[in-house]
């Protein structure tokens, strides 16, 4: 994969399932950059890892920050934050809380993510795809 060439990559959600797939995927290609959940493995990129929680626009910011200060730019935002807990079921079972956590966590962490981090307004993104 040579399109990451110089690329630097913020992946959320990837402490587990597509995030961390991805992680691994993106940290094969040495020159890329990777700023990733604690959990994914390093296979002779360049990553390193950012606690953020993507329902916290404050945590969200010190992360795009955090990578920003380190590798200088950021190219590609792919967020796949969110998913499943062991409340869930058919909608009409789940508990309200359930219901509300995942709206939390998979539409607005997605809200806050894309449109609303500070690289998207000075530079254009290689890309930003979500996923939840």
């Known amino acids: 994969m040579r399109r990451l060439v110089g690329k630097v990559a913020c992946i959320t959600g990837g402490g587990g399932g597509i995030g961390r797939a991805t992680a691994e995927r993106f940290a094969e290609e040495p020159p890329a950059r990777l700023s990733a959940r604690e959990g994914a493995t390093n296979r002779g990129g360049h990553a ?17 920050q955090k990578t920003v200060a380190r590798y200088g730019k950021l190219d590609i935002l ?28 998979d ?26």
């Open 48 to 64: 390193h890892f950012v606690r953020c929680n993507v329902t916290e626009r404050a945590s969200i910011d010190a992360a795009v």
């Open 78 to 105: 792919h967020n796949t934050a969110g998913g499943s807990s062991l409340q869930d079921g058919p909608v009409t079972e789940a508990p309200e809380e359930e219901l509300w956590r995942a709206i939390k966590l």
């Open 107 to 132: 539409l607005f962490g997605t809200f806050l993510c894309e449109p609303r981090l500070p690289f998207r307004r000075s530079s254009r993104p290689a890309a930003a795809p979500s996923s939840t």
